[in-house]
């Protein structure tokens, strides 16, 4: 969901079609969350999104990570893609929370990301230990491991976000481990066929599991302590979520059309519609937007999430990317020295980021 510098080579349609596809997704369960009162249907409806939407993000993110190996004209990319966006957002957020939630004394703090932010703190993490896990020889079996080792211990703290960080490790390991060929398998007919019924049995769980069970399993953000649990049930939920995700995930991206269409364009601006729709989800609250009853009915909850798609595929068009690409996009390029090793920015191997 970083930004995704324009290269030499032409961006494939099949994962700017899954980013757009997955942001709508996103930005549709931000707008469901006021709703979920009184309704199983939304509740389930929004632990189903949940379970796959940030898992499919994190995957790409990895599978576009494999050629990262800490070089210094990569390492400048993180800092300006990712660093740099994280503390205008991050300091951005701060100060409109401080009203939408009248919270006027909100200190700015870049160690405790709030709200969407935590997604750039963790995407750096994983970006600068990615040369670790390339030389790991089962990374994804460690991965899982540092997962399920965080789930029983609450006192990692909310620094960073380090316990999500750390339980959507795998997600983003298992995409450093993919290939090409791996995507072209979900998207088999076969597996298109097989998707529906799956996510039909998925919602029906969901909802069977709504008074039943908490949805924040699949947030990733707490302990099993935290969560009311023992602390044994952290590595086996680690276990379960992460194949029910997974299967989601396959399940999503066997639907994402492989061509190009009308949407594609809109994948190359997924950071900044995930970044800027926050405000709209922050503000919808405080403005009112969700007091009258009828939103709260099925018509409503219709309307609610036809205006969230709607807005978070404005965000992501090429007009407001030119908008807002001072902070998402910036050139600090007067803030590094010049490496010997410069590699001219034409020719530079794998500027497309995801």
């Known amino acids: 969901m970083p930004p995704a510098h324009e290269g030499t080579k032409q961006r494939d349609a099949f994962f700017d079609n899954a980013k757009y596809l997955a942001i709508v997704l996103v930005a549709m369960g931000h707008a469901w969350e006021p709703l979920r009162d009184g309704s199983r249907s939304v509740t389930a409806l929004y632990t189903l999104v949940y379970a796959f939407h940030m898992p499919a993000f994190i995957v790409i993110s990895g599978y576009f990570s494999r050629g990262f190996d800490a070089s210094p004209e990569r390492l400048k990319r993180l800092v300006t893609g990712v ?11 701060t100060l409109f929370t401080r009203w939408t939630d009248q919270v006027p004394d909100r200190p700015v703090s870049l160690l405790d990301p709030l709200y969407l932010t935590w ?9 600068l230990t990615t040369p670790l896990w390339r030389l790991v020889r089962r990374p994804l079996p ?3 491991a540092v997962a399920m080792l965080a789930t029983m211990a609450p006192a990692i703290g909310k620094d960073l976000d380090l316990q999500r960080t750390m339980q959507f490790l795998p997600y983003f ?3 450093l481990s993919l290939k090409p060929e791996h ?3 979900v998207r088999r007919p076969e597996v298109r066929m097989l998707a529906v019924p799956v996510f039909m049995c998925a919602f029906v769980a969901a ?3 709504v008074p039943r069970m908490s949805g924040a399993w699949f947030y990733h953000r707490d302990s099993a302590q935290e969560l009311g649990a023992p602390a044994w049930y952290g590595p086996v939920m680690t276990l379960v979520t992460f194949g029910c995700s997974l299967l989601l995930v396959a399940c999503f991206l066997a639907w994402v059309p492989g061509r190009r269409m009308w949407f594609t364009v809109l994948g190359a601006g997924t950071l900044y519609g ?14 009112g937007w969700y007091d009258p009853a009828w939103v709260h009915r099925p018509l409503g909850a219709i309307a609610v999430t036809v205006v969230a798609a709607g807005i978070v595929t404005v965000l992501c068009t090429p007009p407001v990317r030119h908008v807002f690409r001072f902070a998402l996009e910036p050139r600090i390029t007067w803030a590094f020295r010049r490496s010997p090793f410069h590699v001219p ?3 530079a191997p794998g500027r497309r980021t995801i």
């Open 119 to 127: 997604f750039l703190a963790a995407l750096f993490v994983w970006r």
């Open 207 to 209: 909802y069977w599991a």
């Open 142 to 144: 460690v991965a899982l």
């Open 274 to 287: 995930y970044l800027l729709h926050g405000f709209v989800a922050q503000g919808a609250k405080f403005w």
């Open 83 to 93: 660093f740099v966006p994280y503390v205008i957002f991050e300091t951005a957020y």
């Open 345 to 347: 920015r034409a020719a």
């Open 183 to 185: 995507f072209r398998l």
């Open 173 to 175: 390991v298992l995409g």
